[in-house]
């Protein structure tokens, strides 16, 4: 029996392994493969930045007492702790905190144990530098190298309080009787001091953070909501009690609903500056400038710096507004891009409607930072367009080879040339242009391994221009220039994780059969 119960669960962690990483393998071969060369990210980062970046500051574990913690320390005129105000929260329903906290002791588990393991480990590592956990993790497993964010670690410890939370709950409605009298007994109180604790944690965060006088309502909400959730609770628990005491059954769920639902409630309100913002006017201009469609052929090539919207929106709302700009948020962040468009000497040949150009010769020079660094000084000493172009399928060169070759390199100016649009879209560009000789066009579009290219309806290599945007070889006379995006494998992989996903829904339903 024994032989058979640890096969049967070795078989289903086997299958839960392959099972996710087949389902998740569009975003893996995708994030390894189509942004080789496109940004920095797909490169391990520095140890630093991975566990001192955004990491939940001590002095946030606060947030416990109440989901207005967080916002007070974020408006308030003091600022408590650096961590963002969307990652600093730790806030649970107080019943799910204690009776989380609680199950391992209330019944010997192998599971709960794991499971709280597992939530202790990934809230040591939200602390970033003020534990080592986190360092570990950076050490000891590559993926971990790769994020960010170290405070994003809470949310899986919080989950596992909300299944342990589960897992106890089942068991005080299982046993409702007196033999669970000194166990509700002991919850009540427990939960009782942890009210006081956060009304304590309360008052002291919004005594330190020196409100503005238009908060002190959300200020007094967040005192009622203690009082009512967190003393609320511990009453039901110890009515639960005094039940048990008595020797009356007691239905445990019922009364735990009101405190769930008032929670919810009060929740959403202290919550609202986090969800979403009342400045009408920006959502007005925001909704004004909106297309839906992904078509841009309306504006051409025009592109702008920034979003031209009164008042200012953020970054990421060209999403939204489909305007093409040289400066917006973008999580997939590359130095080469960033010092290219902070550059004016650079950033002026890129925007407008006029940013594709011609060369009859180009330099081919590695990518690299020593390039840019001799394009910008020839482009600021000549203030005209210099077009150099990489090779993708050469690594990237920073040694001293390529600094010679950088530093005595000599340039040729090129020309903006008219183009006839034909289709421009997020995953294509065709125009028609009319060449003066033999030589090579500049798109002011970003690279990425996965465009492809053709000229006269023959297929030809796409060159990293100007170390960050697209360059191809033309003829003299009519060109007709098409780019394309298509990925190799994406189609593929979709179909293979939706098909997965499927096969582990059918097995699912068909496990209690197989298993008899």
């Not at 009622?224 to 003393?231: A, C, G, N, Q, S």
């Not at 009164?310 to 999580?331: E, H, S, W």
């Not at 242009?433 to 690279?447: A, E, F, I, K, M």
Request: hydrophobic content about 50%; glycine content about 6%; overall charge positive.
């Amino acid at each position: 029996m024994w032989k058979r119960w640890t096969l049967r669960r070795l078989i289903t962690l086997a299958l839960f392994v392959v099972i996710s990483l087949g389902v998740l393998s569009p975003a893996y071969v995708g994030f390894l493969q189509e942004l080789r060369g496109y940004t920095d990210r797909q490169h391990a980062l520095p140890r630093e930045e991975v566990v001192g970046c955004q990491a939940l500051d001590p002095k946030a574990l606060s947030t416990f007492a109440s989901p207005y913690v967080a916002i007070a320390a974020a408006t308030g005129k003091v600022k408590l702790w650096t961590t963002d105000v969307a990652m600093c929260s730790i806030y649970l329903a107080p019943l799910l905190v204690v009776l989380g906290l609680s199950a391992p002791l209330l019944r010997r588990s192998a599971f709960r144990y794991w499971l709280g393991s597992m939530g202790l480990m990934c809230f040591a590592a939200s602390l970033g530098k003020a534990l080592p956990v986190r360092g570990w993790l950076y050490d000891l497993l590559p993926p971990m190298q790769y994020f960010r964010h170290a405070a994003a670690f809470r949310c899986f410890f919080l989950l596992t309080l909300v299944l342990l939370a589960v897992t106890a709950a089942r068991d005080l409605q299982n046993s409702a009787d007196e033999r669970n009298a000194g166990t509700l007994r002991r919850l009540g109180l427990v939960m009782l001091a942890s009210a006081i604790i956060a009304l304590v944690a309360l008052v002291a965060v919004l005594s330190m953070v020196n409100l503005h006088f238009k908060d002190l309502g959300l200020a007094i909400l967040s005192i009622f909501h203690v009082l009512v959730i967190w003393f609320g609770s511990a009453a039901v628990m110890l009515h639960a009690w005094w039940l048990a005491r008595a020797g009356k059954v007691y239905a445990f769920a019922w009364p735990v609903l009101a405190p769930a639902i008032g929670d919810a409630v009060l929740t959403v309100l202290l919550n609202k500056a986090a969800m979403y913002t009342d400045r009408r006017e920006f959502w007005a201009a925001t909704e004004n400038a909106h297309r839906p469609a992904m078509d841009l052929n309306g504006d051409g090539l025009a592109r702008r710096y920034s979003l031209p919207l009164d008042p200012p929106a953020p970054r990421n709302a060209c999403l939204v507004t489909k305007i093409p700009v040289l400066r917006c948020f973008n999580v997939l962040r590359s130095d080469l891009y960033d010092r290219w468009i902070e550059d004016p000497a650079l950033a002026q040949f890129v925007r407008g409607a006029n940013r594709i150009w011609f060369s009859e010769q180009v330099a081919q020079m590695p990518r690299s930072r020593e390039t840019l660094d001799c394009l910008i000084a020839q482009t600021r000493n000549s203030r005209e367009m210099c077009v150099v172009v990489s090779d993708p399928a050469d690594e990237e060169s920073v040694g001293s080879q390529a600094v010679r070759s950088a530093g005595s390199a000599r340039l040729i100016p090129a020309a903006a040339i008219a183009v006839r649009l034909v289709c421009y879209d997020n995953r294509e560009l065709t125009f028609d242009v009319t060449c003066p000789s033999d030589g090579w066009l500049l798109v002011t579009d970003r690279w990425a391994p996965s465009w492809h290219v053709r000229v006269n309806d023959r297929p030809c290599k796409v060159w990293i221009g100007n170390l960050v945007f697209r360059a191809v070889q033309v003829s003299r006379g009519e060109n007709r220039v098409c780019f394309s995006y298509q990925s190799r494998n994406f189609r593929w992989l979709v179909s293979g994780s939706w098909l997965l996903l499927s096969l582990a829904g059918i097995g699912t339903l068909a496990a209690p059969w197989f298993w008899k």
